[in-house]
Nanobody, 116 residues
């Protein structure tokens, strides 16, 4: 059974930090491109960052460059999103996604709220 389980979300003040984790099971994690997306009510789900299976290629949305860092541990079947200098506009539900060829899996999401 394929599972992607996000954790680490919560309420944080502007300028603060959070680290999201996405634990994978039920598929060959090390073969998959892993991504983080985020979504706010009434809007589309937007790509935040992705990382290739070996970690050799990483890309970020312009809005998070220099503040967020994506990483993965293939030994632990986990992808991370370190979020620093958080802004109110980073408030969203954050989802992880796994892709390999035509196979695609999503997690259930974790809420991140940036507010004073």
């Amino acid at each position: 059974q394929v599972q992607l389980v996000e954790s680490g979300g919560g309420l944080v003040q502007p300028g603060g930090s959070l680290r999201l984790s996405c634990a994978a099971s039920g598929f060959t994690f090390s073969s998959y491109v892993m991504s983080w997306y985020r979504q706010t009510p009434g809007k589309e789900r937007d790509l935040v960052a992705f990382i290739t299976p070996g970690g050799t290629k990483i890309n970020y949305a312009d809005s998070v460059k220099g503040r967020f860092t994506i990483s993965r541990d293939n030994g632990k079947n986990t992808v991370y999103l370190q979020m620093n200098s958080l802004k109110p506009e980073d408030t969203a539900v954050y989802y992880c996604k796994a892709v390999f060829a035509t196979r695609m899996y999503w997690g259930q999401g974790t809420q991140v709220t940036v507010s004073s």
